[in-house]
């Protein structure tokens, strides 16, 4: 089996650069996955031709989320810090950005889109947060949402149907069911393939310089809550470890 857990495709005449997740059956974003990512990120980047980054996903799901396992003590410190790198590159990207949302869209993979500047989403997608489930928090969706949304999504867990997400302004438009690609490559040839690319980056600067220290202050707060109040504690690896040993979580409130 590849190793390679991503796909980056150029088209358009370079107009789109596309970074598709390709890891079956979930998608699961592990710390290999967050460092291709990053290097795919950072190759993207440099090209002046691109108009704008669309972010999808193989298979019947956008992703199943973030490494569970990897969110032990032993490996947590580097997980967190890979995934939110990816994040960074992400808000602060040079030129617009896209996510194309299919199936379950849950904790990491609900961060990656949130990190991106436009989202449009399957009419059935089905969106969560549900790290509090296991006794942690996701710190960029912490970072990346704000108001009522914030509190419901990541304090209950819960899921959220595509349509509760373009109600909260997660998903700026719906795709009907099996029309995900061809909606979103007609979104894509309307809106930025004519454009100037140069034209689409610095509106982009304009856009995003303005509250990308206050992004980057509030992810950096909630991983330093993440990693230096909550890993340390028995509940803090508690739900984890009861998840992957299928039993019930002893929570200790400590």
Request: net charge negative; proline share 6%.
């Amino acid at each position: 089996m590849s190793d390679t857990a991503i796909r980056h495709e150029v088209t358009k005449g370079g107009a789109v650069h596309t970074i598709t997740l390709d890891k079956s059956p979930g998608n699961v974003i592990d710390i290999a996955m967050c460092e291709q990512l990053s290097a795919a990120l950072d190759d993207a980047a440099t090209s002046t031709d691109a108009r704008v980054l669309v972010v999808a996903a193989e298979g019947r799901h956008f992703s199943f989320g973030a490494s569970v396992e990897e969110h032990l003590r032993p490996t947590a410190p580097a997980m967190i810090a890979a995934l939110g790198g990816v994040i960074r590159q992400l808000i602060g990207f040079p030129y617009p950005t896209l996510a194309a949302v299919q199936g379950r869209c849950l904790g990491g993979g609900l961060e990656l889109v949130l990190a991106c500047g436009i989202v449009i989403a399957e009419e059935g997608a089905i969106f969560a947060s549900p790290e509090i489930q296991l006794g942690v928090l996701p710190p960029a969706a912490t970072a990346l949402l704000a108001g009522r949304a914030a509190e419901d999504i990541i304090l209950t867990g819960r899921s959220f149907t595509a349509a509760e997400a373009k109600s909260a302004g997660i998903v700026n438009v719906l795709a009907p069911h099996d029309d995900l690609a061809p909606r979103t490559d007609a979104f894509v040839g309307t809106h930025f393939v004519p454009r100037s690319a140069l034209s689409l980056r610095l509106a982009t600067k304009a856009l995003r310089n303005n509250r990308l220290a206050v992004l980057e202050g509030r992810l950096d707060e909630a991983e330093r809550v993440y990693l230096e109040e909550l890993l340390p504690t028995h509940d803090g690896v508690e739900g984890i470890q009861a998840f992957l040993d299928k039993r019930p979580p002893d929570w200790q409130n400590a």
